[in-house]
């Protein structure tokens, strides 16, 4: 049974940073595909980075907007996915999602959710 759960999102001011946290359980392979998603009010699911991971290397995706100021990364050894977001403003203000796809598979389309199997309950980012 995979689990996914976020944690790190907070209210911060623009121009703040956090990084957000996300513990996989039950999701343990040697290559993978995981993102970061975020939806925020009246506006759809939109994904804001991902990473190909295999047992020597990985690869970032990122959204246009998301480049040089988001980072995505992962501790494999803790089972855990991170965020790291500088510069945040008023419009990254969302619910974060994090999401996996079945194990051996890649990140092709990385920002489709569809592709997802496994998603997060979501943990909540208010800049202002």
């Known amino acids: 049974h995979v689990q996914l759960v976020e944690s790190g999102g907070a209210l911060v001011q623009p121009g703040g940073s956090l990084r957000l946290s996300c513990a996989a359980s039950?999701?343990?392979?040697?290559?993978?595909?995981m993102g970061w998603f975020r939806q925020a009010p009246g506006k759809e699911r939109e994904g804001v980075a991902a990473i190909d991971s295999d047992d020597s290397t990985s690869y970032a995706y990122y959204a246009d907007s998301e480049k040089g100021r988001f980072t995505i990364s992962q501790d494999n050894a803790k089972n855990t996915l991170y965020l790291q977001m500088n510069s945040l403003q008023p419009e990254d203000t969302a619910m974060y999602y994090c999401?996996?796809?079945?194990?051996?598979?890649?990140?092709?389309?990385?920002?489709?959710?569809?592709?997802?199997?496994?998603w997060g309950q979501g943990t909540q980012v208010t800049v202002s």
């Open positions: 039950g999701y343990t392979y040697s290559s993978y595909c």
């Open positions: 999401a996996a796809r079945p194990p051996n598979t890649y990140c092709g389309g990385w920002a489709v959710t569809w592709r997802y199997n496994y």
